[in-house]
């Protein structure tokens, strides 16, 4: 390992100097040091798929979802043997239900299967197997296909769930399921609601202080039908939006969403000459998208604030008249209630979406979406990173308290096996500037994607890595502590 020693400037001040630390002093490490250290540590498992990181701080343990498998570690020492319950299926729902039970879905060979599981199992020595009869249909909960990307989230004791539905993966979907309510989900075949949508991330939100007005956002990347010029081959960054007591229409859209919609996410570079060079991959979370390939090679990371997001879904609708005509500005007469609002006592008297008149809800089912893109802070990327061998896949953010104020520590996981480490400076005007702290290479071999959550009463995040087909030993690295850290104030985005 490599140190540059410094020599300090006594006339900066002390912001002034840790700024020019951190410009300069920047440290790489490498598999064998970081083996040596003691901060990456290897799984002794023969299963990869490494595919969700779930940490349980009150039973201290770590779940993880992998192909044929859910672990389950101590996350005071994940050296220990992890005992292992055998679902056989590539496990893509690994969600906590409740105090006691995790809610898991797989593929189940092209039958998607679901089961609760008790958390308690894990604290007995011997083999555990989940019988079939054990689990329920995970139809609509879990894609059939394990390569195709999922998102979902247990809010209220329902699960929301973006998945390919169908046995040929041409069925993108959003779903709301368990629980005693009806199972409810988007538009079927329906290309202005969804077109081969890839999802990322499902996220509940509390606009009011009524809890009627509650919705739940899930961000995906799509191709875009209102792309000109394109033939609907152009990805798009979006997301989309619902009422958590959305039930659907009484007439039209039964049992399918009557609030769905959806609006850009816009992360772009400008060029030399005005032109925007756009990001429009969702590898992994909300802020972190890709280049296509043959346009710009390389990853960006930009950040939203979630007043512009909700501000965009008050903003006009996009209409299509018909095939021959273009994406324009609807300038028509929009229904009342608005399409979109939530039945509730804060913006109506309506206590149900099956009461809407059905003006409303064939606006809803027509116009899906949102003429606004959602900028990014500052209107560009945080961090840029182009000719560079790696992509980044997942971002997690971590808020630490330092003596001089609060910053947003990044871990950002790439397809090569390489974790970076950075900060997140702002700057006067709405700007913002990025840091980087270290590089970690976790693998000296090649792997798919790296996922990630986070420990936020102890401060250590948890790289874990795909690896590629043909090599059997997943890892689980360890972040070091961030310096200045206020542990009662960690916040995990």
Same mark, same amino acid.
């Given at each position: 390992?490599?140190?540059?020693?410094?020599?300090?400037?006594?006339?900066?001040?002390?912001?002034?100097? $840790?700024?020019?630390?951190?410009? *300069?002093?920047?440290?790489?490490?490498?598999?064998? !040091?970081?083996?040596? /250290?003691?901060?990456?540590?290897?799984?002794?498992?023969?299963?990869?798929?490494?595919?969700?990181?779930?940490?349980?701080?009150?039973?201290?343990?770590?779940?993880?979802?992998?192909?044929?498998?859910?672990?389950?570690?101590?996350?005071?020492?994940?050296?220990? /043997?992890?005992?292992?319950?055998?679902?056989?299926?590539?496990?893509?729902?690994?969600?906590?239900?409740?105090?006691?039970?995790? %809610?898991?879905?797989?593929?189940?060979?092209?039958?998607?299967?679901?089961?609760?599981?008790?958390?308690?199992?894990?604290?007995?020595?011997?083999?555990?197997?989940?019988?079939?009869?054990?689990?329920?249909?995970?139809?609509?909960?879990?894609?059939?296909?394990?390569?195709?990307?999922?998102?979902?989230?247990?809010?209220?004791?329902?699960?929301?769930?973006?998945?390919?539905?169908?046995?040929?993966?041409?069925?993108?979907?959003?779903?709301?399921?368990?629980?005693?309510?009806?199972?409810?989900?988007?538009?079927?075949?329906?290309?202005?609601?969804? @077109?081969?949508?890839?999802?990322?991330?499902?996220?509940?939100?509390? !606009?009011?202080?009524?809890?009627?007005?509650?919705?739940?956002?899930?961000?995906?990347?799509?191709?875009?039908?209102?792309?000109?010029? &394109?033939?609907?081959?152009?990805? =798009?960054?979006?997301?989309?939006?619902?009422?958590?007591?959305?039930?659907?229409?009484?007439?039209?859209?039964? /049992?399918?969403?009557?609030?769905?919609? +959806?609006?850009? $996410?816009?992360?772009?570079?400008?060029?030399?000459?005005?032109?925007?060079?756009? #990001?429009? @991959?969702?590898? &992994?979370?909300?802020?972190?998208?890709?280049?296509?390939?043959?346009?710009?090679?390389?990853?960006?990371?930009?950040?939203?604030?979630?007043?512009?997001?909700?501000?965009? #879904?008050?903003? /006009?609708?996009?209409? +299509?008249?018909?095939?021959?005509? +273009?994406?324009?500005?609807?300038?028509?007469?929009?229904?009342?209630?608005?399409?979109?609002?939530?039945?509730?006592?804060? =913006?109506?008297? =309506?206590?149900?979406?099956?009461?809407?008149?059905?003006?409303?809800?064939?606006?809803?089912?027509?116009?899906?979406?949102?003429?606004?893109?959602?900028?990014?802070?500052?209107?560009?990327?945080?961090?840029?990173?182009?000719?560079?061998? %790696?992509?980044?896949?997942?971002?997690?953010?971590?808020?630490? !308290?330092?003596?001089?104020?609060?910053?947003?520590?990044?871990?950002?996981?790439?397809?090569?096996?390489?974790?970076?480490?950075?900060?997140?400076?702002?700057?006067?005007?709405?700007?913002?500037?990025?840091?980087?702290?270290?590089?970690?290479?976790?693998?000296?071999?090649?792997?798919?994607?790296?996922?990630?959550?986070?420990?936020?009463?102890?401060? &250590?995040?948890?790289?874990?890595?795909?690896?590629?087909?043909?090599?059997? *030993?997943?890892?689980?690295?360890?972040?070091?502590?961030?310096?200045?850290?206020?542990?009662?104030?960690?916040?995990?985005?």
């Amino acid at each position: 390992m490599l140190v540059h020693l410094l020599k300090f400037q006594p006339s900066l001040p002390t912001l002034g100097l $840790m700024l020019y630390l951190c410009h *300069m002093l920047f440290f790489f490490f490498s598999t064998a !040091e970081l083996i040596q /250290n003691g901060r990456l540590l290897t799984l002794p498992l023969e299963a990869g798929d490494l595919h969700s990181l779930l940490p349980d701080e009150d039973r201290r343990r770590l779940y993880v979802a992998m192909k044929d498998n859910l672990l389950s570690t101590s996350l005071d020492d994940i050296t220990q /043997n992890p005992r292992k319950l055998d679902c056989a299926n590539f496990l893509r729902v690994l969600q906590p239900f409740n105090q006691t039970h995790l %809610y898991v879905c797989g593929t189940g060979a092209f039958n998607p299967r679901c089961a609760f599981i008790a958390t308690s199992i894990f604290h007995q020595a011997e083999y555990q197997t989940l019988s079939y009869s054990q689990t329920e249909c995970g139809k609509g909960k879990c894609p059939y296909d394990p390569f195709q990307k999922t998102a979902s989230a247990v809010v209220d004791g329902e699960l929301y769930a973006g998945i390919t539905s169908d046995f040929m993966s041409r069925d993108s979907a959003f779903f709301r399921s368990l629980g005693r309510r009806h199972v409810i989900r988007t538009e079927q075949y329906d290309s202005t609601w969804l @077109q081969d949508a890839q999802f990322v991330r499902v996220a509940p939100l509390s !606009e009011t202080d009524n809890p009627e007005d509650d919705k739940v956002y899930v961000f995906f990347t799509e191709r875009a039908q209102e792309a000109e010029g &394109a033939a609907g081959k152009v990805l =798009y960054s979006r997301v989309a939006r619902v009422c958590k007591n959305d039930i659907g229409g009484q007439r039209s859209l039964v /049992n399918k969403w009557s609030t769905f919609q +959806k609006a850009r $996410m816009v992360c772009s570079v400008p060029g030399p000459d005005g032109l925007q060079t756009h #990001f429009d @991959q969702l590898p &992994a979370r909300v802020t972190t998208t890709a280049g296509p390939l043959d346009i710009l090679n390389g990853s960006a990371v930009c950040v939203y604030r979630m007043e512009d997001v909700v501000r965009a #879904f008050k903003g /006009n609708f996009l209409h +299509k008249e018909g095939p021959q005509y +273009k994406w324009a500005e609807f300038t028509g007469k929009v229904p009342y209630p608005r399409p979109g609002t939530c039945p509730s006592s804060t =913006y109506g008297s =309506y206590s149900s979406t099956r009461e809407y008149p059905d003006d409303v809800i064939f606006f809803s089912r027509t116009h899906p979406l949102l003429q606004e893109h959602v900028l990014p802070l500052g209107e560009r990327p945080l961090l840029v990173r182009v000719g560079v061998h %790696y992509k980044f896949s997942k971002l997690l953010v971590d808020r630490v !308290e330092a003596v001089d104020g609060t910053y947003d520590v990044l871990f950002i996981g790439t397809d090569s096996g390489l974790v970076l480490k950075a900060i997140h400076l702002p700057r006067e005007h709405g700007q913002s500037q990025e840091v980087t702290l270290e590089q970690l290479v976790c693998l000296s071999w090649p792997c798919t994607s790296v996922n990630c959550t986070a420990r936020p009463a102890r401060n &250590a995040a948890w790289p874990g890595i795909r690896t590629a087909p043909g090599t059997d *030993m997943p890892a689980v690295h360890i972040c070091p502590p961030c310096a200045g850290r206020d542990e009662r104030k960690s916040t995990l985005f």
